[in-house]
């Protein structure tokens, strides 16, 4: 009698909350749930589906190109490769190095290889700088930075290659600037907090985003600083940051607070602002805006996505959206031809076009190794458009050459175990794993 009571007592405005479980509380037996992974329709509701007025364009990519180096993650300042020369199978490398110590449990490698003249630059989880030449993988000198003794387990930050020069950002709030020949060590500086993204390098200009969304301009010759830019201070973010962007001396910045700035590069002065925060946060993840990928420029429009579900172009004169999409992700998206390949938080590549964002296929990867108790998730990396194919690679020990017209699986391969980063550069495609081994496939 008193449970029945209960029920009835209860506000209308919350009847549907209570009589769902009244069955429970009078003894009924609960019905079993429905089988299947429970998905939020409000988080991923919107337009992410093929577009069909685009069902009859032929997803064709440019003829692919050598390009000689990779000097910056994303391959350069404007993180837009496009088609590259590369290896079509990964069944065996050319080389195997060792590039210093790897992941610790706290202490995660982030930083990524970049290739310049001949030489794979490279930093371990414990600031050792070390250049290999790229015929081989025999290595040609290493320097180490001098981490203060409080700092002992910081990680982060990473490495750029310009002009002869690596140049360097560290987790423990410093800078630094390194001969590309020898590893001399050319000049240190403070930053004002740790950095976990790699710096970029444009026009004799170091440009280094802290994790307290601070964005700090130096002389590249000298290391002084020559300004900065404060973005909105976040409190919980994803673990890493995503180097700026920049091009004819405006520096595209994103920020873990979910906005970018476009600022310029000599004053430090922003021209325009967006922000990719979701509109609609209905789960704890949704409320993450931050924006780990690294924006991309083709030189009109810049490509950015947030993690909690938002991707847009956005003109790079004016700061207006050219169009948006409700897509999150936090792998960077790669430009080809008259398409970007994104791959989203729900393990989807997704082909879109890139004059007005409409989907033209959706290729479903696997979430988990072990998809029926949902257990140990796969962290893809990817995709990149190399030698007439996509490729993904999973650190679980797999990869992926996915048909770049539509979708379908063309290889599995068998990878190293924990690959976490990716660089290609004259034919060649370099992965780091984060047992900090550097493999080279031709």
């Known amino acids: 009698m008193t449970r029945r009571r209960s029920c009835g007592l209860v506000a209308a405005g919350f009847c549907l909350l209570v009589l769902s479980g009244c069955g429970t509380w009078m003894g009924e037996a609960e019905e079993p749930p429905l089988p299947g992974e429970r998905v939020s329709i409000l988080l991923y509701e919107g337009d992410l589906a093929p577009d069909p007025r685009i069902s009859d364009q032929a997803v064709v990519l440019p003829p692919p190109y050598l390009n000689a180096s990779w000097t910056q993650v994303g391959g350069g300042s404007l993180h837009a490769v496009g088609h590259v020369s590369g290896p079509t199978t990964l069944a065996k490398p050319a080389w195997r190095s060792s590039i210093g110590s790897g992941a610790g449990r706290y202490r995660p490698l982030m930083s990524e290889p970049v290739v310049a003249r001949d030489k794979v630059f490279t930093m371990d989880s414990k600031y050792r700088v070390s250049a290999y030449d790229t015929a081989k993988g025999k ?42 020949e020898d590893g001399t060590l050319l000049w240190t500086k403070p930053l004002p907090a740790p950095a976990r993204a790699a710096p970029l390098v444009m026009e004799g200009q170091v440009f280094v985003v802290t994790v307290d969304n601070q964005l700090i301009a130096t002389d590249a010759a000298t290391g002084d600083r020559q300004w900065r830019h404060a973005g909105f201070a976040e409190t919980t973010a994803l673990l890493g940051s995503a180097a700026p962007a920049g091009l004819d001396g405006t520096v595209i910045v994103p920020y873990s607070s979910g906005e970018v700035f476009a600022i310029r590069a000599v004053n430090g002065r922003p021209t325009w602002s967006d922000n990719l925060a979701a509109v609609r946060r209905v789960d704890t993840a949704s409320t993450l805006a931050d924006i780990r990928a690294l924006p991309v420029t083709d030189g009109n429009l810049v490509y950015a996505i947030s993690h909690s579900g938002r991707m847009v172009a956005i003109d790079l004169r004016t700061g207006a959206r050219a169009w948006e999409r409700n897509i999150g992700g936090v792998r960077t998206p790669w430009l080809a031809g008259d398409w ?6 729900a393990a989807q590549i997704v082909c879109l076009s890139r004059r007005d964002g409409r989907v033209r296929w959706i290729a479903q990867l696997d979430k988990y190794e072990n998809p029926k108790k949902l257990a140990d998730p796969i962290h893809w990396i990817g995709p990149m ?58």
Do not use: C
Request: net charge negative; no cysteine; hydrophobic share 45%.
């Open 340 to 345: 970007i390949f994104v791959l989203n938080n």
């Open 139 to 180: 290595q040609v000198w290493q320097t180490r930075l001098a981490v203060p003794d409080r700092d002992g387990e910081t990680f982060g930050g990473g490495i750029a290659y310009d002009l002869g020069r690596i140049y360097v950002s560290a987790g423990f709030g410093a800078m630094a600037a390194i001969d590309a």
């Open 385 to 442: 458009a190399v030698g007439g194919q996509l490729l993904v690679i999973g650190g679980h020990g797999r990869g992926l050459a996915i048909d770049p017209s539509d979708g379908k699986v063309l290889d599995n391969f068998k990878l190293p175990d924990e690959v976490m980063a990716a660089a290609v550069a004259d034919g060649t495609l370099y992965l780091q794993t984060q047992d900090a081994d550097l493999l080279a496939y031709r």
